[in-house]
């Protein structure tokens, strides 16, 4: 009576083994074959991925991948089903990034095209390869003018200076016998705005226009006096005024009414033939008569001042005719901005 | 005849059972100091960006064999070390190769 219940226990508990363990057995082998249809797709994306170019694309998802998908065969070989899924978890998605970077298009092998690499040399070393360079056995002088071309220019702008003793080494010298050896050109060598070109005097300051643009006129203005390109003439032993001196003084009449800040000393100088006294005498009334041409000509008397040296001041030796005809002579110095 | 090949059959079987029953583990353990002593020099060469498909392929084989050893899975972990150890010799003279290419020592 007693062994019933126990008896009615056993039975039972036999029953549900028995029915459980072919379920169990049914769920861990469907399980499994879910795990070997997933190793399968992973192994099929793995190997299109090895195809398409994946060890150069993606080469360390498909190390994971190969690598894990052989653990996880393994495991499952073994009946570690769980071990097995684990391992398909990295697998999985280490496979499906090898397969996405690899595109064929990109990553697939390709014939390797053999190039051959000439070597450029520079043979001169200007730094300019021989390909590029029309003068490879001359280096380039690098100065900013025709670097490219690989040829020295030792003469860039050819006016016959060397570049190294040129001061304008890119503006020809114009060879005119001024100042040719600087290597610059000088194209109005006396600097009086007439283009030397056409200055019939291009070494001496002039007047543009005229008979003879460039050249001087009568009188040359310059800061400390009027100088006259001609002497003024008189009568012999006499303060008169020859004629053909006249129209030197009109041109000083005209300077000293186109400046009327401008003032003069006009200045009387014999040589030295004849006593002092005479000759001192002399230049004064001799300035003394420029002065009453110039007043006479509409000058204000209170800007010129005449004054007689005699023959104390000559500008050359009395040694000569020609020297003493030199030191006869009127000057014209600007007194305004004496004290 | 008959006893000395009954002795030497012995012999074989008791190597062998040796063998299943752990001995895998001296092998194993021969194997894996080789390939992680590669695998370091590997690394030390730049092998995980100049053969990076041969140097993670013998990481995770190493590591997964670390981990079969533990659990004294030892056959799998051989085999695990073998592979790490041959594909960290590769990752090492693909790494040696790319250095001399670029004219490095």
Request: glycine residues 8%; hydrophobic residues 35%; aromatic residues 4%.
């Amino acid at each position: 009576m007693t062994r019933e219940p126990h008896a009615r226990s056993r039975a039972g508990r036999a029953l549900v083994v028995a029915l459980t363990w072919p379920c169990l057995s049914l769920v861990g082998c469907s399980q499994a074959a879910v795990l070997r249809g997933r190793i399968d797709g992973l192994t099929l994306d793995v190997a299109n991925a090895e195809k398409n170019g994946a060890m150069r694309c993606a080469p360390r998802e498909l190390a994971l991948a190969k690598s894990h998908l052989r653990f996880a065969t393994t495991e499952l070989d073994q009946g570690q089903v769980s071990t097995a899924e684990a391992q398909l978890t990295i697998a999985e998605p280490n496979a499906r990034a090898a397969l996405s970077q690899s595109p064929p298009e990109r990553c697939a092998e390709r014939k390797i095209i053999e190039t051959v690499v000439v070597e450029d040399k520079d043979t001169d070393g200007d730094h300019i390869p021989d390909s590029r360079d029309q003068c490879i056995l001359e280096p380039e002088d690098v100065d900013g003018y025709l670097d490219e071309d690989g040829c020295p220019d030792p003469d860039n702008d050819a006016d016959g200076i060397p570049d190294k003793d040129d001061k304008c080494p890119t503006q020809p010298e114009d060879i005119d016998g001024f100042q040719d050896a600087d290597g610059c050109p000088d194209p109005d060598n006396d600097n009086d705005t007439v283009p030397d070109v056409d200055d019939l005097c291009p070494n001496t300051p002039g007047q543009p226009g005229g008979s003879k643009p460039g050249c001087p006129g009568l009188v040359v203005v310059t800061a400390k006096e009027i100088r006259i390109t001609q002497q003024i003439h008189f009568e012999f032993n006499k303060a008169t005024i020859r004629s053909e001196s006249f129209p030197i003084l009109d041109a000083v009449v005209q300077v000293l009414k186109d400046n009327q800040k401008m003032m003069l000393e006009i200045q009387g100088h014999t040589d030295n033939v004849g006593s002092a006294s005479y000759n001192q005498k002399l230049s004064q009334s001799r300035a003394d008569s420029v002065r009453t041409y110039l007043i006479g000509h509409g000058i204000e008397a209170s800007r010129l001042r005449s004054t007689g040296y005699g023959l104390t001041q000559p500008i050359v030796p009395n040694s000569s005719d020609a020297n003493r005809a030199l030191n006869r002579r009127v000057q014209f110095i600007r007194t305004e901005g004496a004290p | 005849m008959q006893t000395a090949f009954k002795a030497l059959l012995a012999v074989g079987v008791l190597v062998l059972e040796l063998g299943q029953a752990g001995c895998g583990g001296v092998y194993y353990a021969a194997i894996v100091n080789g390939a992680a002593s590669k695998l370091e020099e590997a690394r030390v060469l730049g092998a995980d960006t100049l053969a990076p498909y041969e140097y993670y392929y013998a990481k995770e084989h190493l590591q997964e064999a670390q981990i079969e050893a533990a659990e004294a899975s030892y056959s799998d972990a051989a085999h695990y070390a073998q592979t790490a150890d041959e594909y960290a010799e590769k990752a090492v003279q693909l790494a040696q190769a790319a250095h001399r290419a670029a004219g490095r020592p």
